[in-house]
């Protein structure tokens, strides 16, 4: 966990002195954590795609026309897998940083999520955390994006639930 520095900070006192990780880091560490779910996903939401659907439409189409028919005759053939990834994407990210400190791709990576005081997250502030990352890159990315231009690389949802993911020194 993070460690505090002899002084500390001086602007909020009992707070840590700490460095945010790399944005590559964190990016690279939820593509690795993708990988699963992205599976799951499909594997629990392949029983909601029927072939049959895919056999009305006509053959003289291309591939790209007959699955653009498919989903504007059935939208939920889209939207039910991405809300699953979205819920699996929010439990695992939920359990893995309160009982381990972060996701797998993180823990790979040496990233820790903690609060400013260098505390693990609570059940709520990860939930917290999880969610507003869902939400905040629905709309438009703006959750990731904030963090290229925040001078401390936090995104949008680190900022607004109160984490902190830090890159954990070699010890």
Same mark, same amino acid.
């Given at each position: 966990? %993070?460690?505090?520095?002899?002084?500390?900070?001086?602007?909020?006192?009992?707070?840590?002195?700490?460095?945010?990780?790399?944005?590559?880091?964190?990016?690279?560490?939820?593509?690795?954590?993708?990988?699963?779910?992205?599976?799951?996903?499909?594997?629990?939401?392949?029983?909601?795609?029927?072939?049959?659907?895919?056999?009305?439409?006509?053959?003289?189409?291309?591939?790209?026309?007959?699955?653009?028919?498919?989903?504007?005759?059935?939208?939920?053939? @889209?939207?039910?897998?991405?809300?699953?990834?979205?819920?699996?994407?929010?439990?695992?990210? @939920?359990?893995?940083? @309160?009982?381990?400190?972060?996701?797998?791709?993180?823990?790979?990576?040496?990233?820790?999520?903690?609060?400013?005081?260098?505390?693990?997250?609570?059940?709520?502030? *990860? %939930?917290?955390? %999880?969610?507003?990352?869902?939400?905040?890159?629905?709309? %438009?990315?703006?959750?990731?994006?904030?963090?290229?231009?925040?001078?401390?690389?936090?995104?949008?949802?680190?900022?607004? *639930?109160?984490?902190?993911?830090?890159?954990?020194?070699?010890?």
């Amino acid at each position: 966990m %993070a460690k505090s520095s002899s002084s500390g900070n001086e602007r909020h006192p009992g707070t840590v002195s700490v460095r945010s990780a790399p944005s590559v880091l964190r990016g690279i560490a939820l593509l690795l954590d993708l990988v699963p779910l992205l599976l799951l996903t499909v594997a629990l939401s392949s029983s909601w795609l029927s072939t049959s659907a895919l056999q009305e439409t006509s053959s003289s189409w291309n591939a790209i026309d007959r699955i653009v028919d498919l989903v504007n005759h059935d939208p939920s053939l @889209v939207t039910s897998p991405l809300i699953l990834l979205a819920c699996l994407f929010v439990l695992w990210s @939920v359990v893995s940083t @309160v009982k381990l400190g972060g996701t797998p791709g993180q823990r790979l990576f040496r990233l820790v999520a903690c609060t400013a005081r260098g505390r693990h997250l609570t059940w709520r502030r *990860a %939930a917290l955390h %999880a969610t507003l990352a869902v939400l905040t890159t629905l709309l %438009a990315g703006l959750g990731p994006l904030w963090s290229l231009a925040d001078p401390e690389r936090r995104t949008l949802y680190d900022r607004v *639930a109160g984490v902190l993911i830090i890159h954990e020194p070699q010890e």
